[in-house]
């Protein structure tokens, strides 16, 4: 079994800043990627940031400048830094890992259980 566990999220003014951390669990062979998606009340869900293995990343265009992503691979864990919060920011954050389990034969997708990020005044 794969697990992955965020935590960091919260209630913050516009302007302020938060880190979220994931880490990810379990019977893994090897992570391909890791990265963080979010999914506002209505809303489908949406990618923020990516980063593989290697470190190579990618962002939605509306939180470049003002979040980072990064990976700690010997802890199968990935953080995202979020400065200059916005409102429009204000979602359930959910880890998302691509990797290969030591029981599966290929490459799946696992996802954790969200945390909640509110940006209000």
């Known amino acids: 079994q794969v697990q992955l566990v965020e935590s960091g999220g919260g209630l913050v003014q516009p302007g302020g800043s938060l880190r979220l951390s994931c880490a990810a669990s379990?019977?893994?062979?090897?992570?391909?990627?890791m990265g963080w998606f979010r999914q506002a009340p209505g809303n489908q869900r949406e990618l923020v940031a990516t980063?593989?293995?290697?470190?190579?990343?990618n962002y939605k265009d509306s939180v470049k400048g003002r979040f980072t992503i990064s990976r700690d691979n010997a802890k199968n864990t990935v953080f995202l830094q979020m400065n200059s919060l916005k409102p429009e920011d204000t979602a359930v954050y959910y880890c998302?890992?691509?990797?290969?389990?030591?029981?599966?034969?290929?490459?799946?997708?696992?996802w954790g259980q969200g945390t909640q990020v509110t940006v209000s005044s």
């Open positions: 379990g019977s893994i062979f090897v992570i391909y990627a």
């Open positions: 998302n890992a691509r990797l290969q389990s030591r029981r599966s034969g290929g490459e799946n997708a696992y």
């Open positions: 980063i593989t293995s290697g470190g190579s990343t």
